[in-house]
């Protein structure tokens, strides 16, 4: 990809605004009627398929063949505007005529065809995700061999990751085909998007936005209450609040697609304990699931033994509360541990990570680290800057995790990122010769209703052999300014725009 380097100079988030022509706090600008948005995460490139954060890449300047329907979670024709396969092998895309990139290039299957290609070249996950064996281009027309039946192919195509870019162009930032365009994008800093006039699906009503990132919660929200910013996505549970008391500003809490769970590490220090399921059940039973939700989420949260809550096609039945620490040394003792006096006889010191993106895990972390303790299990807790890569290493035992689990109306993208040996979630190793299976055939299968039954009987699987511990399913949270309109709280940030052409501001 022709993507120049950038310098990477670091902005706070006022002077990154200020730098954008901001006079005041009633969105009007010397460029015309523009928005600010405040987000969590950074980015860590300027290449689209390679970013590791979707904030900014899939927030209105591009898009992906195949979108998610907010109100349905159906999958429907973006880019693509139609789809099929007889086999589930060998996949053709129909790419919707008229469409154009920023530059002024027409969107043929040509140039989808390379961006697809520069993701799997570029980023294993993609190439992981999507099982391409081939692809090739006719007009409008695509082609997709994949190296096996691979029915999930549609819903993979939904990743943030697989946006459609023009790699040929030479620029500081991706070309799109979204309702906006990058003008300049700073991955330390600040990112100014542009309305686009061609875009096929009509004009944006806004004339710019301005997003930064900052990870610290309270700094998000003093943006907005400062009036520096218009929107700010994720404020902390324990500001909602303060900021529904302030009659400029209103609050949007919705079900959140994502699961606050505890993984393990399979192949670290410990790894002769995490594969004993004995003591991974002790684990589970010293969470107190319930008390997390009422006081780290404040409510706002859905309680989860399971990776999928709710009463959807795929959610197993939730089983009842399972907080018992007497029940914990049950199972340690079944694991071959010695117990005495209510307590391990050898105290087991362990690795615990977490970190601050999400303010809610570090607080859990040191519940179940209290928890824990009560036992003789010993958790020493590392805050980790950036835990993906932490994860990676395999210097750890345990971790808090936030996973988006209840994506694309089936599970598809969680079980093989996080249950498959390749998965680009899986940094803890499971490795299930039995369930690898059963994923294997989910992927098979083109049935909408089998897919569902089969990944329920997955789900059942996960929760039965305690892999990881699931715990809560949190709502997803924005706040904004009254004079905002148009503004959609997405469910997690790696399907749904929040940048759209129907974002205002008066």
């Known amino acids: 990809m022709k993507i120049k380097a950038m310098a990477a100079a670091l902005c706070v988030a006022a002077l990154a605004l200020t730098s954008c022509g901001i006079e005041d706090g009633s969105g009007s600008s010397a460029d015309g009627k523009t928005l600010n948005l405040q987000t969590v995460f950074a980015a860590n490139t300027v290449d689209a398929q390679l970013n590791r954060t979707s904030f900014i890449m899939n927030s209105g300047t591009t898009e992906t063949l ?8 159906k999958l429907y024709g973006w880019l693509a505007d139609e789809w099929s396969s007889e086999d589930a092998q060998n996949w053709t895309f129909h790419i919707r005529e008229g469409v154009k990139f920023h530059n002024g290039k027409d969107v043929t299957a040509e140039a989808v065809k390379k961006s697809l290609e520069h993701g799997i070249e570029v980023n294993p996950g993609v190439a992981t995700a999507l099982k391409a064996e081939s692809i090739e281009a006719d007009g409008q027309t695509l082609k997709i061999r ?14 943030y990751n697989n946006v459609i870019t023009d790699v ?3 620029t500081d930032f991706p070309i799109g085909t979204g309702a906006f365009k990058f003008e300049s994008f700073d991955i330390k800093g600040a990112a100014r998007l542009t309305r686009f006039d061609d875009y096929w699906d009509g004009k944006a009503k806004l004339d710019s936005v301005t997003m930064t990132a900052n990870e610290d919660a309270n700094a998000r929200m003093l943006s907005l209450q400062s009036g520096q910013s218009d929107v700010i996505y994720r404020p902390s549970l324990e500001s909602l609040d303060a900021i529904s008391k302030d009659s400029n500003l209103a609050v949007d809490a919705v079900p959140g697609s994502r699961v606050y769970h505890l993984i393990y590490n399979y192949k670290g220090a410990h790894a002769n304990l995490w594969n004993n399921i004995e003591f991974r059940k002790g684990v589970d039973a010293l969470v107190d699931r319930e008390a997390i939700a009422k006081t780290i989420l404040r409510g706002r949260a859905v309680v989860t033994d399971n990776p999928f809550p709710g009463d959807l096609p795929t959610s197993p039945k939730q089983l009842e509360s399972t907080y018992n620490p007497e029940k914990a040394l049950e199972h340690f003792k079944a694991a071959g541990l010695e117990v005495k006096d209510g307590k391990l006889a050898e105290p087991i010191s362990m690795k615990l990570a977490t970190y601050n993106a999400r303010p809610e895990l570090p607080q859990i972390a040191q519940a179940f680290q209290d928890s824990a303790a009560k036992v003789g299990l010993n958790m020493e807790i590392h805050n980790a800057e950036n835990i993906d890569e932490y994860l990676a290493g395999g210097d750890w035992d345990v971790a808090t995790f936030s996973l988006a689990t209840l994506t694309r109306g089936d599970g598809s993208y969680f079980v093989n990122g996080a249950f498959m040996p390749d998965g680009a979630q899986n940094y803890g190793g499971v490795d299930d010769p039995e369930l690898i299976a059963k994923i294997n055939t989910f992927n098979e299968t083109v049935n909408e ?9 997955i789900a059942e699987d996960i929760r039965s052999k305690a892999y990881n511990c699931y715990i809560v399913s949190p709502y997803e949270t924005a706040a904004y300014k009254k004079t905002v309109t148009g503004w959609f709280t997405p469910s997690n940030e790696f399907e749904f725009q929040m940048v759209t052409k129907d974002l205002d501001i008066e």
């Open 66 to 73: 195949i979108g998610l329907d907010r109100n349905t979670n």
């Open 449 to 457: 209703d089998e897919r569902a039954t089969q990944m329920r009987e």
């Open 168 to 170: 040929d162009a030479s």
């Open 146 to 159: 994949t190296t096996q039946k691979y029915a999930s192919l549609p819903s993979e195509l939904v990743h």
